[in-house]
């Protein structure tokens, strides 16, 4: 699942799945998804997307990931660290969430 809302290497993404694999995106990307035919007709692999669900449909959603160990990974800064966060945002650093912890 991919919540970013920045152009990625869609190519890499998909050979990370399994064969049958879907690759599902909520986050809007203004530029179009460069996604190379052939990574998905090999593997038989589909790329699909939707909005963001209800708060049912979230709660089932983490509670599966809770079940199966998926936790994202997030870069964070201490809230007395505001600047060097937004700084490292600023500068295209950041690879990951930003999370500022208080």
């Known amino acids: 699942?991919?919540?970013?809302?920045?152009?990625?290497?869609?190519?890499s993404f998909l050979t990370t799945l399994a064969p049958q694999g879907k690759l599902h995106t909520v986050g809007a990307v203004l530029e179009p998804?460069?996604?190379?035919?052939?990574?998905?007709?090999m593997g038989e692999k589909s790329v699909g997307g939707?909005?963001?669900?209800?708060?049912?449909?979230?709660?089932?959603?983490?509670?599966?990931?809770?079940?199966h160990d998926i936790?994202?990974?997030?870069?964070?800064?201490?809230?007395?660290?505001?600047?060097?966060?937004?700084k490292h945002l600023e500068e295209g650093k950041a690879r990951f969430r930003v999370v500022l912890k208080s």
């Open 1 to 11: 699942m991919n919540t970013t809302n920045v152009s990625l290497n869609w190519n």
């Open 33 to 41: 998804m460069e996604i190379p035919a052939f990574s998905m007709i």
């Open 50 to 67: 939707s909005p963001v669900g209800s708060i049912a449909l979230t709660r089932k959603m983490l509670e599966f990931c809770v079940r």
């Open 71 to 86: 936790y994202p990974t997030v870069e964070e800064f201490k809230m007395e660290d505001v600047n060097k966060a937004v």
